[in-house]
């Protein structure tokens, strides 16, 4: 009877270490097949940082072949244009892991495929020592204008092909240097600036006048105005809970219909087409244009902020309507929203690699543009599009005019509860061959037409040559 127990007791535990390996081995299999993309790219895998020491990472370069990135003979990363590219490129540490582009296609730059990785400890034994290169979408031309043209400045410059979603240009000032940013990190960490941050995709603002594009659309889209009715502009909106919405600057803009007031960008009329759409309607064209939204990858855009558009009051709601209250949006969000009204109402999915190519020269990845989201029917899009083209050419917007092509744009005087105004710019621009969107904030840089519609010049000028 006793050895029956014995046994008994031993089977039992058998059972419960076999059951304990099992679950083991099926934890061990989730992670190396399911989680192999996340573990590989974790800068704390150590497996990963040892592998990066024996590897000669890939380059990084343009879409004109430009070296944004590359392994130095001693195996250290050399990153010739520095703070130029850095809001691209990101940088690689092993002591502080990595961002952008170094972050985000670690495998492929590792000479890894996204496939090969869920083979685990197995690939190292496949593994060849030189990884791939990354084929940019970024034009030369333009990133090195927009950073040149925003030196000296804190802000933001996007650029985008409208038709496909490529990121032709992306810039954030202040910067760092990858080539020294292990060294300061614990300066630049602490820096009052934020020069790690990436303005373009995590920076948070309100967006001024920029915004009344979409109120203008809403407004049209849901039948609370049309093109002939004529809004009176005495300077001044007087709202029901005693508060009020000024111009700026004290204009009195008269009689102005509704492109007229989208080229003078009157508060009075958008305020007044807030109003009239309430908070349900007006707050489903920013879904509709996709602000609530993050998107992930080598791109990783934050949501944008958006108040409770059901609760709005008037002074809230006529305020969100113009791009200000407690609306903040990243400039990535305005730039895809300008692509959408440029490319018929549909905005393209931002990406920044275009392909990935093999120590040997073989195309292992080639990108292939994907719709984002639909936000306007092609003919309201189409609307919009021409009354942003009036802007331009003469509106608030002239600074951004080049001879001989089309430049749409709307103008943006964000007001900044801790400083000076933000100065914005978003548009397109109609280029041989191709058709482009852009977006442009210079922090406390004060009026929109004056500080950044001239920056959209000269990146449309940068790559018309």
């Known amino acids: 009877m006793a050895d029956w127990k014995m ?37 704390l895998n150590q497996r990963t940082a040892a592998l990066q020491r024996e590897i000669a990472r890939g380059r ?35 002591n502080i892991g990595g961002a952008g582009l170094e972050a985000h296609r670690n495998m492929e730059l590792m000479g890894m495929s ?29 990133q090195e204008t927009a950073y040149e043209a925003l030196a000296g400045s804190r802000g933001a410059a996007v650029v985008l092909d409208a038709k ?34 990436n303005r373009v995709v995590q920076g948070l603002y309100p967006p001024g006048s920029t915004i009344k594009p979409l109120t203008a659309a809403a407004a049209l889209g849901e039948g609370v105005t049309d093109e002939r009715e004529v809004f009176a502009c005495t300077g001044r909106l007087e709202l029901d809970d005693g508060s009020f919405i000024g111009e700026y600057q004290g204009e009195v803009h008269g009689q102005v219909n509704l492109e007229e007031a989208l080229a003078e960008s009157c508060n009075v009329a958008f305020g007044t087409l807030g109003l009239r759409l309430g908070g349900r309607k007006l707050g489903k064209y920013f879904e509709d244009f996709g602000f609530p939204q993050e998107i992930g990858g080598e791109v990783l855009m934050a949501g944008s902020h958006l108040p409770r558009f059901d609760t ?23 730039a895809l929203m300008a692509s959408a009204l440029a490319n018929g109402g549909t905005a393209m999915k931002p990406y ?41 050419q003469h509106g608030t917007g002239t600074g951004a005019a080049v001879r001989g092509l089309r430049v749409t744009g709307k103008t943006g005087t964000a007001e900044n509860a801790s400083g000076a105004d933000h100065a914005w710019f978003i548009g397109s621009a109609e280029l041989p061959g191709r058709k482009i969107a852009f977006a442009i ?10 500080a950044a519609a001239p920056i959209a010049r000269r990146i449309i000028e940068s790559m018309n040559r």
């Open 7 to 43: 046994k008994r007791n031993m089977l039992r535990a058998m059972s419960l270490l076999l059951i304990f390996c099992g679950i083991l081995a099926l934890h061990i299999v989730y992670i190396s097949v399911f989680k192999a993309e996340e573990t590989v790219e974790n800068p």
């Open 114 to 142: 996204r496939d090969f990785s869920s083979l685990g400890p197995v690939s190292q034994l496949l593994q060849a020592d030189q990884g791939n290169d990354l084929e940019t979408t970024i034009d030369s031309r333009a």
């Open 60 to 94: 990084i370069l343009t879409s004109d072949g430009k070296v944004l990135a590359e392994t130095r003979p001693d195996g250290g990363r050399t990153y010739p244009w520095g703070e130029a590219a850095a809001a691209v490129t990101g940088y690689n540490g092993e």
């Open 441 to 450: 904030i210079v922090e406390n840089g004060g009026s929109g037409g004056r």
């Open 164 to 197: 496909t979603g490529a990121i032709l240009a992306m810039v954030s000032t202040p910067a760092y240097d990858p080539n020294v940013v292990e060294a300061e990190w614990q300066s630049l960490k602490g820096a009052e600036e934020s020069p790690l941050l």
């Open 312 to 334: 709005l009051g008037q002074g809230d709601l006529a305020q969100t309507a113009i791009g200000q209250a407690s609306l903040l949006v990243t400039p990535m969000h305005m």
């Open 352 to 392: 920044l690699v275009q392909k990935v190519i093999s120590p040997k020269g073989v195309a292992l990845e080639n990108t292939r543009p994907e719709k984002w989201r639909t936000c306007l029917d092609a003919a309201l899009a189409a609307k919009i599009d021409g009354y942003m083209e009036q802007v331009v």
